[in-house]
């Protein structure tokens, strides 16, 4: 019973979060739901009979309509984080398939970002914010990355609006998109090679005071 309340508690919720972006969403379902029935009922009524027709059309409008709420839940989902700093990394953490996700591996002052995404594929970098800007940032953190991993292909995704970017609600179609290149236990290496590295330059200490720049100040700060 607690399931059942917990499942209707959450259906309520994507459809207050769905139609606030889209306002006629229950007019939309309601007259896909009607029209499925209608198509499967006529032909099979025809062929048949009437009592198969009601068994086989009303199944397959409520199929129809759950589709679509299912497809306008996720563009308004999509539409209510689009433009927030790390939704590309939070929707990539979402994705079904096996995908190791570091969010905000490069920031600068514009809350632009690139994050890092471990998969068959290689490494993806994916970027968020104008292309202007994310450039150079990109470039950078595919230097790091070949240095440690130089025989895994890497990749370069922009999330956007403008030109060569692609939009978020894209992503997991252009993922799927790229080819399979590693194998299970590959992704598993790359990913703990790269997260060690992460965590041992988060690590490393920073000396305090002016850097030396000679022996004998090496000497003494040795002492």
């Not at 025809?46 to 009303?58: G, K, M, P």
């Not at 939704?87 to 990539?92: K, N, P, R, S, T």
């Not at 440690?148 to 992503?171: C, F, H, K, S």
């Amino acid at each position: 019973m607690g399931k059942i309340k917990s499942s209707l508690a959450a259906i309520g919720q994507n459809w207050s979060m769905t139609q606030k972006v889209y306002r006629f969403l229950w007019a939309e379902i309601l007259g896909i739901v009607l029209a499925t029935i209608i198509v499967i009922a006529v032909p099979v009524s025809v062929f048949i009979n009437w009592l198969t027709a009601v068994l086989i059309a009303i199944p397959m409008g409520l199929l129809a309509g759950t589709f679509w709420f299912s497809r306008r839940a996720m563009r308004a989902a999509y539409s209510r984080i689009e433009g927030q700093p790390g939704a590309a990394a939070a929707v990539i953490e979402s994705l079904r398939g096996k995908w190791a996700v570091t969010p905000a591996v490069a920031v600068n002052r514009n809350q632009d970002m690139v994050s890092r995404v471990i998969g068959k594929p290689g490494v993806i970098l994916v970027s968020e914010g104008a292309p202007t800007r994310v450039g150079h940032m990109l470039t950078s953190e595919r230097k790091k990355t070949a240095r440690w991993v130089p025989d895994i292909p890497i990749y370069e995704i922009q999330i956007g609006d403008e030109e060569g970017q692609i939009a978020l609600r894209q992503i997991q179609k252009t993922l799927g998109k790229l080819p399979k290149n590693l194998r299970g236990s590959e992704v598993t290496e790359v990913r703990r090679r790269l997260e060690a590295i992460g965590n041992a330059q988060q690590s490393m200490p920073i000396p305090k005071g002016p850097m030396p720049t000679s022996p004998r100040q090496v000497r003494r700060q040795r002492r």
